[in-house]
């Protein structure tokens, strides 16, 4: 009687891991799917905290980004802010 037990708990076991198997595989799709859209929201979230551009300059920046993809935002970087800030120099 034992032995039986035994042999029906494991298969109670078995079938309970095929049961599992897709609810473990849409939470680790799930994980994948909050990665990806991290990796694209990160540069959006950069520029909206960065002090290089400010105002309406910045807000096209971020739609440029939305809308135009990472490349937008390797040209964040080599050419914003487009206007120069003026420099302002104190005297001693």
């Not at 937008?72 to 970087?77: K, L, Q, V």
């Amino acid at each position: 009687m034992n032995v039986i037990s035994t042999l029906f708990i494991l298969l109670m076991l078995a079938i309970a891991r095929v049961a599992l198997l897709p609810v473990l595989t849409f939470g680790i799709a799930l994980l994948f799917m909050a990665g990806i859209f991290f990796v694209w929201l990160l540069p959006i979230l950069i520029i909206a905290d960065s002090e290089k551009t400010s105002g309406g300059e910045k807000a096209v920046w971020i739609l440029a980004i939305i809308f135009l993809s990472w490349f937008a935002w390797i040209f964040y970087f080599l050419l914003a802010p487009i206007k120069p800030k003026p420099r302002y120099y104190q005297y001693e």
